[in-house]
């Protein structure tokens, strides 16, 4: 599985971006997520979908704000982000979990990442 991540940049608080991750190889059996890495702090789960697509899971910090989605046709996923704020600037990475491993830390694959920066 390879996993290449788009759509970051810079936007002004309250206002949205997309993030676009697209997936090759069979993503059949796995969930995709995004995580996210601010400066000088730890990596951090954002949400996840489900291989089905049946189920979603956010962090605290987006929820209600940050939507995932998934393309089954074309592979693809999404992280759809309103009402940003400037704690939500990182890199964002797509990563891709293993069913077996659903809900654990590790994922098996990741994307290059794409940077959000949120200004006041």
């Known amino acids: 599985v390879q996993l290449q991540a788009s759509g970051g940049g810079l936007m002004q608080a309250g206002g949205s971006l997309r993030l676009s991750c697209a997936a090759s190889?069979?993503?059949?059996?796995?969930?995709l997520g995004w995580l996210r890495q601010a400066p000088g702090k730890e990596r951090e789960f954002v949400a996840s979908i489900t291989w089905s697509g049946g189920s979603t899971r956010y962090a605290e910090s987006v929820k209600g704000r940050f939507t995932i989605s998934r393309d089954y046709a074309k592979n693809w996923v999404y992280l759809q982000m309103n009402s940003l704020k400037p704690e939500d600037t990182a890199v964002y990475y797509c990563?891709?979990?293993?069913?077996?491993?659903?809900?654990?830390?590790?994922?098996?694959?990741w994307g290059q990442g794409t940077k959000v920066t949120v200004s006041n």
């Open positions: 190889g069979s993503t059949f059996d796995y969930a």
């Open positions: 990563a891709a979990q293993h069913k077996i491993r659903y809900g654990l830390r590790h994922y098996d694959y």
